[in-house]
């Protein structure tokens, strides 16, 4: 049987962060997560290393602006290496380049350029989804599925099996279209709603959740609020434990 990897998005967390790094990292390691994806790792490089340290967290991914009119990808592949995190995703690519097929396979070209850059730094880069890269149809295709066959072999997915379901695609079927690529997985719930404090621990809203585990069992398993009424350090607790149970 497969060995499930289990981590957390760090911008669950985020007010913790901004308040206590240290004391944020360790109660994550202390709810027996052994990976984060780090949030914001350029602006509190210092902290997260000697957190890393301390807690012995392993920042398995991270996510940057690496293609956006802001972007410093130099840098942000510089930072991802000097603090060892294995993959830096590009968090959002702006809609407005999703409306044609000619728009997206230029931004396919833009990540695989920065691609390229961080090979020499052992940085793979990945690509994260809302759902505004499903919504549209493309012969057949999501966005997503045109802007992976346009993508580097190396370069891979994470997908937001929330935001793919609420955008229309189904997230399993999207696993299986885009394949192995797809090398890590957001896992949130809650009801298909763009509302994000809606959004629930995993296993107590409405998403496909067993389902999606299954079609991609070796899969990183993230798990994410993008918002959420409640405590948040719970919500990710909660999770981990039903991720845990159900991935048996």
Same mark, same amino acid.
């Given at each position: 049987?497969?060995?499930?990897?289990?981590?957390?998005?760090?911008?669950?967390?985020?007010?913790?962060?901004?308040? +206590? &790094?240290? !004391?944020?990292? %360790?109660?994550?390691? $202390?709810?027996?997560?052994?990976?984060? @994806? =780090?949030?914001?790792?350029?602006?509190?490089?210092?902290?997260?290393?000697?957190?890393?340290?301390?807690?012995?967290?392993?920042?398995?991914?991270?996510?940057? +602006? &690496?293609? !956006?009119?802001? %972007?410093?990808?130099? $840098?942000?592949?510089?930072?991802?290496? @000097? =603090?060892?995190?294995?993959?830096?995703?590009?968090?959002?690519?702006?809609?407005?380049?999703?409306?044609?097929?000619?728009?997206?396979?230029?931004?396919?070209? +833009? &990540?695989?350029?920065?691609?390229?850059?961080?090979?020499?730094?052992?940085?793979?880069?990945?690509?994260?989804?809302?759902?505004?890269?499903?919504?549209?149809?493309?012969?057949?295709?999501?966005?997503?599925?045109?802007?992976?066959?346009?993508?580097?072999?190396?370069?891979?997915?994470?997908?937001?099996?929330?935001?793919?379901?609420?955008?229309?695609?189904?997230?399993?079927?999207?696993?299986?279209?885009?394949?192995?690529?797809?090398?890590?997985?957001?896992?949130?719930?809650?009801?298909?709603?763009?509302?994000?404090?809606?959004?629930?621990?995993?296993?107590?809203?409405?998403?496909?959740?067993?389902?999606?585990?299954?079609?991609?069992?070796?899969?990183?398993?993230?798990?994410?609020?993008?918002?959420?009424?409640?405590?948040?350090?719970?919500?990710?607790?909660?999770?981990?434990?039903?991720?845990?149970?159900?991935?048996?």
């Amino acid at each position: 049987m497969t060995e499930r990897v289990y981590s957390v998005q760090l911008y669950t967390l985020r007010n913790g962060i901004t308040t +206590d &790094l240290p !004391g944020a990292l %360790a109660r994550v390691a $202390a709810m027996g997560f052994e990976n984060v @994806e =780090l949030w914001r790792f350029e602006q509190y490089q210092d902290e997260y290393r000697h957190a890393l340290a301390e807690t012995r967290l392993r920042p398995l991914s991270a996510h940057a +602006d &690496l293609v !956006g009119t802001d %972007a410093d990808a130099s $840098a942000a592949v510089r930072a991802a290496a @000097e =603090l060892g995190i294995g993959t830096l995703i590009e968090p959002r690519i702006d809609a407005d380049r999703w409306t044609t097929r000619e728009d997206i396979e230029a931004a396919a070209a +833009d &990540l695989n350029t920065v691609a390229r850059r961080a090979r020499d730094e052992g940085v793979a880069i990945g690509y994260h989804n809302h759902d505004h890269e499903v919504r549209q149809d493309f012969g057949g295709r999501t966005g997503l599925e045109v802007f992976a066959e346009a993508l580097d072999e190396d370069v891979v997915l994470e997908l937001d099996t929330f935001w793919a379901e609420v955008g229309g695609a189904s997230a399993v079927e999207s696993i299986s279209r885009l394949g192995t690529r797809v090398k890590f997985l957001h896992v949130k719930d809650g009801p298909y709603t763009t509302t994000l404090k809606e959004q629930q621990p995993v296993g107590q809203g409405a998403m496909p959740v067993t389902d999606i585990l299954k079609a991609a069992p070796d899969a990183v398993r993230i798990v994410e609020l993008d918002d959420y009424a409640g405590d948040t350090f719970e919500a990710a607790q909660e999770s981990l434990r039903y991720l845990v149970e159900v991935d048996r």
